[in-house]
């Protein structure tokens, strides 16, 4: 069937590709945004495993009834995880301390930034890690 002349399609398919790029280019920004993320959550999550790895060996070691003891303290914890923490740029120690004299127990913060700053990503978010060891010398 032949199409009618004052029927003009030129420039549509134009109009079309250019907003599949802009959409194409918005997820892949949205997607390195989120990967970023991703990232900086496991390596809040390292840290926090660090410190408290770390503070469980900030025990002080007793001799009771001639059987050796281990007891961790909050200030052995908390001064074995500043250690550790000191490597990392922008961790924060939240807290640090032990519960039964056994398990240490480190939460970690830090603020995480997008590398692509986009609208549809906010301009930072804070992360959080809590993690807990256990002395090996009980």
Known sequence: MPRPAHVDDEGSVLLLTLGYALLAIALVLVCVDATSLYLAQKRVDAAADAAALAG??????????????AALTNAGI???AEDILAVYDD????????DD?????????????????????????ALEATATSRTALR
């Open 101 to 125: 004299g056994v398990s240490a127990r480190v939460t970690v913060s830090t603020r995480w930034r997008p590398p692509v700053l986009s609208i549809f990503v906010p301009e930072g978010v």
């Open 56 to 69: 469980a060996d900030g025990f002080t070691l007793t001799i009771t009834d001639g059987e050796p003891l």
């Open 91 to 98: 961790t924060v120690l939240v807290a640090a301390g032990t």
């Open 78 to 80: 908390r001064a074995q």
